[in-house]
Nanobody
Framework: QVRLVESGGGSVQAGGSLRLSCAAS????????MGWFRQAPGKEREGVAT???????TYADSVKGRFTISKDNVKKILYLQMDSLKPDDTAMYYC??????????????????WGQGTQVTVSS
């Protein structure tokens, strides 16, 4: 029933920008915590950013000042604007929904539903 579908990934040169989108359905999008995560080969999954129902956001230190998470509650789309991209940003990016817990943290096990991922590759 719950579906999260990412799009917008691709290959870009260092210093470039991409905007990822996550189309959501099957839950009350506007009232839930949403997050972006990423995982590179051989690396642990990393919480990139979250946005809570009140619009408050958190960011990993590694992306702070370069990435912006936002959402459109009417269209039910979660966004991740990525600027000043670096090769270290190369990873599979996933959107996720934390439907049941109070709060909104960049901790993967707190999230209940996950998208299929979209690949981001940044070349130097």
């Amino acid at each position: 029933q719950v579906r999260l579908v990412e799009s917008g990934g691709g290959s870009v040169q260092a210093g470039g920008s991409l905007r990822l989108s996550c189309a959501a359905s099957g839950f009350t999008f506007s009232s839930d915590c949403m997050g972006w995560f990423r995982q590179a080969p051989g690396k642990e999954r990393e919480g990139v950013a979250t946005i809570d129902s009140d619009g408050s956001t958190t960011y990993a230190d590694s992306v702070k000042g370069r990435f912006t998470i936002s959402k459109d509650n009417v269209k039910k789309i979660l966004y991740l604007q990525m600027d000043s991209l670096k090769p270290d940003d190369t990873a599979m990016y996933y959107c996720a929904a934390d439907i049941y817990r109070i709060g909104c943290s960049r901790y993967g096990p707190d999230f209940d539903y996950w998208g299929q991922g979209t690949q981001v590759t940044v070349s130097s």
